[in-house]
T-cell receptor, first 112, second 115 residues
Framework: GDSVTQMEGPVTLSEEAFLTINCTYT??????LFWYVQYPGEGLQLLLK?????DKGSNKGFEATYRKETTSFHLEKGSVQVSDSAVYFCALSEKGGNKLVFGAGTILRVKS | NAGVTQTPKFQVLKTGQSMTLQCAQDMNHEYMSWYRQDPGMGLRLIHY???????DQGEVPNGYNVSRSTTEDFPLRLLSAAPSQTSVYFC??????????????FGSGTQLSVL
């Protein structure tokens, strides 16, 4: 079945450091890919998405590129802030499907 | 605009007790779903609904029942609570779910402990 694998955390960075959170997926078809973010005490919210190979999703300084050849969707940000501290989830959805499949989540802690 | 509202926020049950987690959305969304979040396992889909009167099972449906009598409400029932159901439960909705066209709107969660 479909699955998503994320790098284990927590990831601890200093403010203004470069961020990469790795995400790889297994899917039978050509899924759409997502990054969701969960701030402390809140539900998840969509951060960015990409629907086909080589698409780049971006939002709030975060970027991720859909790489079909490596089945990856790594999240990057050039300069993190303390306010970026949260849990980040990679997810996929098969085209025409009714379900999102989530990875285990990666905790990001940014220190000032 | 309230969005997706979940009640209660916290609940403690004894093994064998039953209860209903409430979820309501005021956005006229067709699609609603329930997830549970456990450490190291991310979110797993319990049940979902693509419209009033239509429900289907997700990845981990055992021990849970749902119904969808109205577009707005999608309650999750635990018939006989077990310690393995200790988790954080999230309800999520979207206007239409067909691949990537719509994003999910999540409630703020219900933290459930079963003793």
């Amino acid at each position: 079945g479909d699955s998503v694998t994320q790098m284990e955390g927590p990831v601890t960075l200093s403010e203004e450091a470069f961020l990469t959170i790795n995400c790889t997926y297994t899917a039978t078809g050509y899924p759409s890919l997502f990054w969701y973010v969960q701030y402390p005490g809140e539900g998840l919210q969509l951060l960015l998405k990409a629907t086909k190979a080589d698409d780049k999703g971006s939002n709030k300084g975060f970027e991720a590129t859909y790489r079909k050849e490596t089945t990856s969707f790594h999240l990057e940000k050039g300069s993190v802030q303390v306010s970026d501290s949260a849990v980040y989830f990679c997810a996929l959805s098969e085209k025409g499907g009714n379900k999102l499949v989530f990875g285990a989540g990666t905790i990001l802690r940014v220190k000032s | 605009n309230a969005g997706v509202t979940q009640t209660p926020k916290f609940q403690v049950l004894k093994t064998g007790q039953s209860m209903t987690l409430q979820c309501a959305q005021d956005m006229n969304h067709e699609y609603m779903s329930w997830y549970r979040q456990d450490p190291g396992m991310g979110l797993r889909l319990i049940h979902y609904s693509v419209g009033a009167g239509i429900t289907d099972q997700g990845e981990v449906p055992n021990g849970y029942n749902v119904s969808r009598s109205t577009t707005e409400d999608f309650p999750l029932r635990l018939l006989s609570a077990a310690p393995s159901q200790t988790s954080v439960y999230f309800c999520a909705s979207s206007p239409r779910f067909a691949g990537a066209r719509e994003k999910l709107f999540f409630g703020s969660g219900t933290q459930l402990s079963v003793l």
